[in-house]
T-cell receptor, first 111, second 114 residues
Framework: NAGVMQNPRHLVRRRGQEARLRCSPM?????VYWYRQLPEEGLKFMVY????????ESGMPKERFSAEFPKEGPSILRIQQVVRGDSAAYFC?????????FGQGTRLTVV | AQSVTQPDIHITVSEGASLELRCNYS??????LFWYVQSPGQGLQLLLK??????LVQGIKGFEAEFKRSQSSFNLRKPSVHWSDAAEYFC????????????FGGGTRLMVKP
């Protein structure tokens, strides 16, 4: 059973470009969470999704950020018109019941 | 809303010495508590978790943690630290009324002296 798979592991974007981060949850997991880790900080919750539904997006910036978890395929975190302040590590986690398993993260660098 | 505080940003211990990393939480109900470890450039690995029952929880890699409701604490301990334990450690509280959302502390970076 593969773990939570995130790709790409590293992503470099110029200011104004779009970033797409993908997350494939563990087999059998229907809950997906995205967290952001800014340099030298802890992880901050962004969004919680189940298949085809956004359950809680209270941690998502109101503009430029969106997330989806379609019926088929991975969950996508999309950042439009990236700015330098979006540079961070973005972690996805999935769970079935009470324990969340984390992916290796995508490290986004905006230049 | 829940919150987690890790008072120590950096801790340095000598190899073979004992370790205690502090974690205090604020949560309205019975908390679900976790400790994760993150090596540089890596994701998070679960060390141990507390849901209910015995307040002393054993985890992987020789770590343990004790839940103390009266102190709102969940400190992580290890009797003898190894150089490979150098990493960042995160305490988290889970809110299962909101799915499985985790609130993390700011982390404690552990350095191990030879």
């Amino acid at each position: 059973n593969a773990g939570v798979m995130q790709n790409p592991r590293h992503l470099v974007r110029r200011r104004g470009q779009e970033a797409r981060l993908r997350c494939s949850p563990m087999k059998g997991h229907s809950h997906v969470y995205w967290y952001r880790q800014l340099p030298e900080e802890g992880l901050k919750f962004m969004v919680y999704l189940q298949k085809e539904n956004i359950i809680d997006e209270s941690g998502m910036p109101k503009e430029r950020f969106s997330a989806e978890f379609p019926k088929e395929g991975p969950s996508i975190l999309r950042i439009q018109q990236v700015v330098r302040g979006d540079s961070a590590a973005y972690f996805c986690a999935s769970s079935a019941e009470t324990e969340a398993f984390f992916g290796q993260g995508t490290r986004l660098t905006v230049v | 809303a829940q919150s987690v505080t890790q008072p120590d940003i950096h801790i340095t211990v000598s190899e073979g010495a004992s370790l205690e990393l502090r974690c205090n939480y604020s949560y309205g109900a019975t908390p679900y508590l976790f400790w994760y470890v993150q090596s540089p450039g890596q994701g998070l690995q679960l060390l141990l978790k507390y849901f209910s029952g015995d307040t002393l929880v054993q985890g992987i890699k020789g770590f343990e943690a004790e839940f103390k409701r009266s102190q709102s604490s969940f400190n992580l301990r290890k009797p003898s630290v190894h150089w490979s334990d150098a990493a960042e450690y995160f305490c988290a509280v889970g809110d299962f009324n909101a799915g499985n959302m985790l609130t993390f502390g700011g982390g404690t970076r552990l350095m191990v002296k030879p």
